[in-house]
Each structure stands twice: as C-alpha cells, then as structure tokens.
C-alpha cells in the first residue's frame, strides 16, 4: 500500500511537471556527524532506553527528491509514544524542521491508530537489531515495560534520517497520513485521498506537494 501511495505521489508531481528521483538512497557519510551529531543521535537512543553500541545507518532510503529536498510518507506506525519521545530531543531544538509541532500534535492523537497497524510481528518486534538495541518486546499491544522494540527502532531510525540528512545539506519534507489539504471545497486526509485519486484531485496534490518546497 505505501509503494502505491507513493506512485500516485509521484503522478501528481508528474502533472506538473515536476521532475523527481524515485527511490533514492543517500550513503551515510558518518564522518560527517562528527562530535556534536553523534552526541546529539546518543541522546535521542538513550531516551528510548537503547541498551547496545549505538547504531548508525549505511544509507538513508528516501521515497523521492527533488533537488535537495527529500519526501518521505510517514504511515499509521510512525506515530506514536516513541516518535514523540525522539521529537523531543535537542536536535529538534538545534535544527529548525517546519513539521515538527505538527508531527508532536499526530503523535499524541494517533496512536491507537498505530496499535491497529503495528502488532504485526514485524513492525512490533521489529528486525533482530530492534531486540539487540531495545531488548525483549512486551506482548503485542502491552506498552507496558520494555513495549514493543520494533516501534523504538522505527523512531529511532526516523531521528536518524531527520538529523544525517541536514548534516549532509539536504531538507527533510515528511508527509504524514493524516494531513489534510484542501480538494473540491473540503478538508480531506491524504491517506484517503491517495486511494483512487482521479486527474483533479492528483494535480490539487501535485500543488500541494509544490507549495511545501517554498
């Protein structure tokens, strides 16, 4: 479903003749988070009671750029008590990001959405570096305890692509499911638009996704 989300993503732009690289990946240049990065990254893990060496990703994988913005679509499993405990960390408050408030605000709202779509095995336990890093998962849906490491390694994950991607003179642009824009006169999400999206609403979404590069 997020690939396919994606491509109507990609036709809106497409309508508007708005060039993109797809699938992009962006090689983590680890030099480059030098003292104040990495101290800053070892915070952000702590704060999730990250118990191993800390990890740092080979390659950010991004969904599409366009110059030196990057656009990735945030789903249900993005928001959550672990995503609003790394959107408080200091580099939110060294670094300047337009959607951070909004993203705290759907962090608090929406995570019972979250819960319906992340007790999967492998978005709750996560890949094994999620137990490695953050320990023994709960039972799927107690966020009691030790919670549920493959949510914390997501989060996490997600700091990292927020704080390596400045540090490398890029712009992070997240859309998140739940924005709503403005088609045919009312407020609708983009998750729901983005289902069977016909040519008008996919050039009101193309607009939209223009208006956030300015």
């Known amino acids: 479903m997020h690939q396919l989300k994606i491509a109507f993503l990609l036709k809106a732009l497409a309508l508007e003749d708005i060039p993109a690289d797809i699938n992009y990946q962006i090689k983590v240049e680890k030099k480059m988070l030098g003292g104040k990065g990495l101290e800053l990254l070892e ?19 991004i969904d599409f750029k366009i110059g030196k913005n990057l656009f990735l679509y945030d ?11 790394t959107l408080k960390s200091e ?21 019972r959405e979250c819960m319906l779509s992340g007790l999967q095995d492998r978005v709750w336990n996560g890949p094994p570096l999620a137990s490695k890093s953050f320990g023994i998962s709960e039972e799927p849906g107690d966020l009691s305890g030790n919670g549920a490491p493959g ?25 998140p499911a739940y924005e709503n824009l403005l088609v045919g006169g009312s407020l609708k999400r983009i998750d729901q638009l983005l289902l069977r999206p016909d040519e008008n609403t996919l050039s009101a979404i193309g607009s939209w996704l223009n208006r956030k590069m300015m």
């Open 43 to 61: 915070a952000a893990y702590l704060n999730l009671n990250g118990i191993s060496e800390l990890p740092i990703l080979n390659h950010l994988k």
């Open 91 to 111: 580099i939110y408050q060294v670094f300047n990001f337009t959607w951070h408030s909004n993203y705290q605000r759907l962090c608090r709202a929406h995570e």
């Open 151 to 175: 949510w914390k390694l997501n989060a996490y994950n997600d700091v990292q692509y927020d704080l390596i991607s400045r540090l490398q003179g890029f712009r992070m642009i997240r859309i």
């Open 75 to 85: 789903d249900a499993h993005h928001f959550n008590r672990y995503r609003m405990v």
